[in-house]
């Protein structure tokens, strides 16, 4: 990171952070290219920093995912733009968590439970879920394990 002075290095600020944020980028390999799409996410730090993501069982991302086992990710909040009378005075107030890590399809339904209950609770607040019969079976879960992560904020 070139701005040092922007750095975050406490984990709870960063954990804390991560919460807040609504939506996760994940960026995959696609050969000479990368594929970046934006995902809903549950997400843990016991040991380490894990998201959690579902979606359909097939398609670009499950084939890239399975191909490289490796995302980066991006997720953002609190964008606002300040300035005085000339253009060179602006600049732009932001919070950034940024890293990468081992990606994976999960396939252990405990695992797969443990993750649809994590996007729950990110999403409602929630945590006591239960699924209907055969719902976990057939719903893709990723699970993305945290190896870099950094953070800038910037007000």
């Known amino acids: 990171m070139r701005r040092h002075d922007r750095e975050v290095t406490d984990s709870v600020v960063i954990d804390n952070l991560i919460r807040e944020c609504e939506t996760i980028r994940i960026g995959l390999r696609d050969?000479?290219?990368?594929?970046?799409?934006?995902?809903?996410?549950?997400?843990?730090?016991n040991t380490e920093r894990v998201f959690y993501f579902h979606g359909a069982g097939e398609g670009r991302k499950v084939s890239l995912i399975e191909a490289t086992g490796y995302a980066a990710f991006e997720m953002d909040l609190g964008h606002r733009v300040y300035g005085e009378d000339t253009a060179c005075?602006?600049?732009?107030?932001?919070?950034?968590?940024?890293?990468?890590?081992?990606?994976?399809?999960?396939?252990?339904?405990?695992?797969?439970?443990?993750?649809?209950?994590?996007?729950?609770?990110?999403?409602?607040g929630k945590s006591d879920w239960t699924f209907e019969p055969g719902r976990v079976e057939r719903t893709a879960v990723i699970k993305l394990t945290v190896t870099d992560i950094s953070c800038k904020i910037h007000n």
Request: hydrophobic share 40%; no cysteine.
């Open 31 to 45: 050969g000479e290219r990368v594929y970046i799409v934006p995902l809903d996410f549950g997400f843990e730090h």
């Open 89 to 124: 005075s602006y600049g732009a107030a932001f919070q950034s968590v940024i890293g990468e890590g081992k990606i994976e399809m999960l396939h252990d339904l405990e695992e797969k439970r443990r993750g649809l209950i994590a996007i729950m609770e990110k999403a409602t």
